[in-house]
């Protein structure tokens, strides 16, 4: 069996990138990294995942802990932004040929979900980790935290993805990932959210937003499509309510004060049933 080391991007001060309605990077690469650690495991790998919660190792520490430990394989999980879309398997110059088939592996696995196929990169910025690591390492980028669409399928086909994943990492380190059923993500049933609602805003989107309000008791009145006082008020409130009980609506950059904005994390909380739904 491997010594598998998996290492989310980011954590702590470093976001990582910021994309659609505040969602972070680094809380993304957390999520998904950790979920195919469980699944190596499960499959009799001995993994280390590097960060379980929301702290910033330096890349430097990052190289040195997955040499000393002598891990067979390592995996970097990132999302990217710029305003691109599709996934991409990172290398550098001078990797070893299992670091290709293993980023190969996973690239399939990613295309196969529906991600649009950037391709395995020869990249040598950015990529101190992959360049400082003695064993096959390579870096995902699982589609733009900043395309909408590239959002929706990591939240909708989450759990093809890490399962897509895993079996890659597998077809290198050998064994089977176990029939484990992931939850579905709690977004699986949203509609697409195309932007950030905000004060001044018109549209179809607009008046979705407002029937979910006023299904979770916001009452913002008539859902007329028309983003005015009213509904920023429910939705300040409804916000608010959310970061009461500990819930992430994206609004951290804020201070995680409400900022009566909906975008896609309080889009998808407010597609949660309601009381009584
Ligand atoms: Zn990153």
Known sequence: MSKIYINPGH??????????????????????????ADKLK????????????????NVKDIAKNANLWGADLFIAFHRNAGGGDGA?????????????EMAQAIQGALVGVGFRDRGVKVQDRNTYVLSHTTMPATTIECGFVDNAGDNALFDSKFNEI?????????????????NTVTPPSPSANVPELNRVLKYGCKGGDVRM????LNAHK???????????DKTRRGLHAFQQARIHEGRDVGCRYNGNKPDGKCGELTWTILHEPAPGE
């Open 88 to 100: 991409e398997c990172l290398i550098v110059t001078g990797a070893s040929a299992t670091s290709r």
């Open 11 to 36: 954590g702590g001060a470093d976001s990582g990138a910021v994309g659609i309605g505040g969602r972070q990077e680094k809380d993304d690469a957390l999520r998904y990294a950790s979920v195919v």
């Open 218 to 228: 916001a009452n913002v009145g008539k859902a007329d499509g028309e983003f005015g």
């Open 209 to 212: 937003m407002q029937e979910r």
């Open 162 to 178: 890490v399962q897509g994943i895993a079996a890659a990492i597998l077809s290198i380190a050998g064994g089977v990932v176990p």
């Open 42 to 57: 499960a499959a009799g790998h001995t993994v280390e995942l590097e960060r379980n919660a929301d702290y910033l190792i």
